[in-house]
């Protein structure tokens, strides 16, 4: 709203010094600021520092084309309450402090005192004056009034959302997972499946710099390991566990608080669904993305080794330099049951320590330990897996204990290039016989990955890759059934299956991405006799 050069006169007589300075400011600036106050630098009179100006052509910067140089040459040249800077200056453009605003307003009101004083009334407002202002109030009556409503309006909603508003420190983040896939060989009798993945995330901050993440998930997929396909080879990261249906229940999932310690170190408190990749680097970018981006599958997404270690705990992460950085984790199983044989020391546990390097900004490569007890991988063949294949099959708990060693290494040849890989070892010993049923061991299982990947293929933010790779495999492996009739799980692997997968990751938008990707497995479970299986899916990821 404009105020034409006689209203400002009219208000200049009536209050020249807070209605008329505050009217110019609503008027026409552009900010009246409320920082600490500036030294020497108050546009108004500043009788100590400023050069009092007589005349408003003694400003450089201020031009009779200017709108509001009516309004400053009345408070020149009527009450003599501006004053420029040293160098002949203005600067009308730049914002206000509070500070500046209340030193012009005295030195407008000690003007206004002196006027009201003497017995020149010249300057005052006339009776035509203010009849000039009631005629013009009346003529804008109708946009005051719309200003009034709207201002009502804001305050209104204001109070609304300060009222109703979830939490000052809390914000809801998620993803929403759609996928279509199939499987297709000689052996397997499969249906073409729908299925999806909910993830809503409540991420809590106390201090700005912590982290307490409440996960709501809903997975409604089955593993196609609890169907048709011989092992969980080729099982999908957002699907349910291995040889596991998806129950399209809600459940909590993660549960952690997330918290540093001085400026290099990190410590994670995992209360439920805890995994590696809260407080270690798996040294897969682009490619672990834990379903929701990258790799399709869960051999794929990061070393099968760090599958040994999950559920509740704590890790620390330690930055020593941005080269060098030290993992640290212990993450129980069933810590929530207190059975004899459970809780959080006596039951299934996983403790991993890891070293990464980071010779340069584009090598990394990460030196893994990790000592598991009554865990498998879930990915690779069922004798990989020979405690959970037990339990399904024969209704028998074995117990194991595994010591596992891993190395993976990442490489950005350039911008749109990266190869990286894995290779991990694990050695697998059985406790118990199991009353006589089992002759006591131990495995050596392998798994191993060449991953190839090219971000930014198309268009930013998309991303390609190709991995290529065995599946944990037993190679060698002393355990042997003592009794006829338990499932043939039993001794090393026959031959070797190659997992090969490939996806395209397209973003439709920054919170729509589409993932074409096709898996596919020869000699299934380690074994020739198995026909291969090719496995296709279109992963549909909605984030927000």
């Given amino acids: 709203m404009k105020i034409s050069s006689r209203l400002l006169q009219i208000l200049l007589k009536i209050t020249p010094g807070a209605l008329a300075a505050a009217l110019v400011v609503a008027a026409g600036s552009k900010a009246v600021a409320v920082d600490k106050p500036v030294t020497n630098t108050i546009p108004f009179l500043d009788k100590t520092a400023l050069n009092r100006i007589t005349s408003v052509s003694q400003l450089s910067d201020v031009q009779p084309t200017d709108w509001a140089f ?24 730049r914002a206000m402090t509070r500070y500046e605003f209340a030193a012009g307003l005295n030195a407008c009101l000690e003007t206004i005192t002196q006027l009201i004083g003497s017995a020149d009334t010249s300057r005052l407002a006339t009776r035509e004056d203010l009849a000039v202002l009631q005629r013009l109030m009346e003529e804008f009556s109708s946009e005051l009034a719309t200003l009034r409503g709207r201002v009502d309006s804001l305050e209104a909603r204001t109070a609304e959302l300060e009222a109703n508003q979830f939490s000052t420190t809390t914000k809801l983040n998620g993803e929403i997972i759609f996928a279509v896939a199939d499987s297709f060989g000689k052996d397997t009798n499969t249906a073409t499946i729908i299925g999806q993945r909910t993830r809503l995330n409540f991420d809590t901050s106390f201090t700005g710099e912590d982290l307490l993440r409440t996960r709501l998930q809903i997975v409604g997929l089955d593993a196609f390991s609890a169907n048709s396909h011989p092992a969980p080879e080729g099982d999908l990261r957002f699907a349910a566990g291995a040889y596991s249906t998806g129950s399209n ?28 990749d809260d407080f270690a680097n798996t040294v897969n970018p682009y490619i672990d993305g834990d379903g929701a981006s990258g790799a399709l599958s869960n051999f794929a997404t990061r070393n099968s080794i760090y599958y040994l270690i999950n559920n509740a705990g704590i890790g620390v992460r330690h930055e020593f330099s941005e080269r060098l950085e030290v993992s640290l984790g212990y993450l129980a199983t069933n810590a929530f049951d207190p059975k004899p044989g459970n809780g959080f020391f006596n039951g299934a546990f996983g403790a991993l320590a890891q070293v990464t390097f980071k010779p340069s900004a584009r090598f990394t490569l990460g030196l893994t330990y990790l000592n598991s007890y009554n865990n498998d991988m879930l990915t690779g063949s069922n004798r990989a897996n020979l405690r959970t294949v037990l339990a399904n099959q024969a209704d028998l708990d074995l117990p194991t ?9 990442s490489w950005q040849v350039s911008k749109r ?46 991303v390609a890759a190709i991995i290529v790779g065995v599946e944990p495999m037993v190679r060698n492996s002393s355990v042997s059934a003592a009794v006829p009739g338990l499932p043939d799980v ?15 990751e397209y973003k439709l938008t920054d919170n729509i991405a589409i993932t074409p990707g096709i898996i596919w497995l020869t000699a299934p479970d380690h074994n020739k006799n198995n026909e291969d299986i090719v496995i296709g899916v279109v992963r549909t990821t909605f984030s927000f």
Avoid at 265 to 275: K, L, S
Avoid at 401 to 409: P, R
Avoid at 430 to 450: E, H, K, P
Wanted: hydrophobic share 40%.
């Fill in 70 to 93: 009516q309004a400053l040459q009345n408070l020149v040249e009527r009450y003599g309450c501006i004053a420029g800077y040293p160098d002949g200056s203005f600067r009308g453009n």
């Fill in 417 to 462: 290039f990266i190869i990286g890989g894995w290779v991990g070892y694990t050695n697998t010993q059985v406790l118990s016989t199991l009353g006589g049923q089992i002759d006591r061991g131990d495995m050596d299982i392998w798994n191993g990955a060449l991953t190839l990947t090219f971000p930014n293929l198309g268009k930013q933010g998309n």
């Fill in 490 to 504: 039993f001794g090393a692997d026959k031959n070797t299956s190659v997992h090969v997968e490939a996806f395209y």
């Fill in 401 to 409: 204990s595994s010591n596992s060693y891993g190395l993976q290494a």
């Fill in 249 to 276: 229940d809600v459940a909590i999932d993660a549960l952690l608080y997330s918290f540093p310690i001085g400026k290099k170190t990190r410590v994670v408190i995992e209360a439920n669904a805890g995994a590696v």
